[in-house]
């Protein structure tokens, strides 16, 4: 029992987020050796997921005894904004930036998010600073953190960790993977990376207020990633002028769409409910740095000849930053939960959970009230 409880959650999110950093690196070798649009991508990815979602979000809501309406004008028009945010925005600046950049940046300013969400809530007057609290302390010195790893990453890549490559990878013609862009372009990659992450910040508060009205969190899931989908081709159209481009075949290119489509909808959202209800709903925070060791560690064995120490550094010092702020963040609640348990106050949940976890406060609000 322990081992379920334990063990199996902790390896289960490692697992998840070493999958995603594996991902990346598929679809940066799409995007540079198979000439993929990063525009292209985002649209057969979230088309799939689409695909994927309608029959999954149905049978994981058949049990729920509350069915809220779900097609009125203020769900649509968040749902609209969540698409537009979380999908035709965040994802295709970040595929874009991958596409000028490597993975090991994509790690390090996904790892800004928490900081960036902190000054976003401050300058929309969602919550306040208690200079005195040591929750507010540290999510000022995390964002502070952050924000060092983010400059340093842009502006400093530092020396290449090799100037040769493994032998098994010498004997490769063509080699099979790479890690950074054939069109290199770091300062503009990280521009991207850093607009993507803001526009998730903005997408985090939206989606907290939409599942306070409508908690079926699936189906939230599936009708922005629809409405994503199709802002995000009519933006490819715009952006894509190569019908070629538009053309799939039995290749590298198909099979990452796929499994990004497969992983992405199914897999990473399943295990996140059951690490959550286990562990609860804060638990998925805590391995999203995870991804710095494993890119480095891909990047130091598979890739040294294009990987960069002053990335790894950035990317560390990001993931600082991350750990920090999170720590301040859970300090605040913690804080304040008891502040207002002590006076008899309900409570209200802060905009900067992920969707995922939204859905377990909700079920958690729910059960208390039938008591």
Not at 122 to 137: A, E, H, N, P, Y
Request: hydrophobic share 50%; proline share 4%; charged share 15%.
């Amino acid at each position: 029992m322990a081992i379920v409880e334990d063990i199996l959650p902790c390896t289960a999110m490692v697992i998840i987020e070493m999958c995603t950093i594996f991902l990346t690196i598929m679809a940066s070798t799409a995007m540079s050796r198979l000439g993929m649009s990063s525009f292209v991508f985002v649209v057969y990815t979230n088309a799939l997921s689409s695909v994927i979602l309608l029959p999954f979000s149905y049978f994981y809501h058949r049990k729920d005894k509350i069915h809220a309406p779900l097609f009125t004008f203020p769900i649509l028009s968040r749902v609209f904004l969540l698409g537009l945010l979380g999908v035709t925005i965040a994802q295709n600046l970040a595929f874009a930036g991958l596409s000028y950049s490597s993975p090991i940046v994509a790690c390090g300013m996904a790892n800004m998010v928490p900081a960036l969400t902190f000054i976003l809530a401050i300058f929309l007057r969602k919550i306040s600073i208690d200079v005195k609290s040591q929750g507010s302390q540290a999510r000022m010195i995390g964002t502070v953190i952050s924000i060092i790893g983010g400059m340093s990453m842009t502006y400093y890549k530092g020396p290449v960790v090799k100037q040769y490559s493994p032998l098994f990878l010498q004997l490769a013609r063509p080699r099979l993977l790479v890690f950074t862009s054939t069109h290199e372009n770091w300062v503009l990659g990280c521009f991207l990376f850093a607009t993507a992450s803001l526009a998730l910040c903005a997408w985090n508060i939206i989606q907290a207020g939409t599942i306070r009205k409508y908690p079926q969190v699936m189906k939230i899931v599936f009708l922005y990633t629809l409405f994503g989908t199709i802002q995000s081709a009519i933006f490819a159209f715009v952006m894509e002028k190569d019908l070629n481009a538009w053309r799939l075949k039995l290749d590298m290119e198909l099979l990452v769409i796929v499994l990004t489509a497969i992983f992405g909808s199914l897999i990473r959202s399943s295990v996140q409910i059951w690490c959550m209800r286990l562990k609860g709903p804060s638990f998925p925070l805590y391995f999203k740095p995870v991804g710095i060791p494993t890119a480095s560690t891909c990047g130091c064995l598979l890739f040294a000849d294009t990987f960069h120490y002053g990335s790894m550094l950035s990317a560390i010092i990001c993931g600082m930053g991350y750990y920090t702020t999170l720590w301040g963040q859970l300090n605040e609640d913690e804080q304040t939960s008891k502040k207002l348990k002590g006076s008899m106050l309900p409570t209200t949940s802060d905009e900067k959970v992920p969707l995922l976890q939204e859905r377990e406060e909700e079920e958690e609000e729910q059960g208390d009230s039938k008591v």
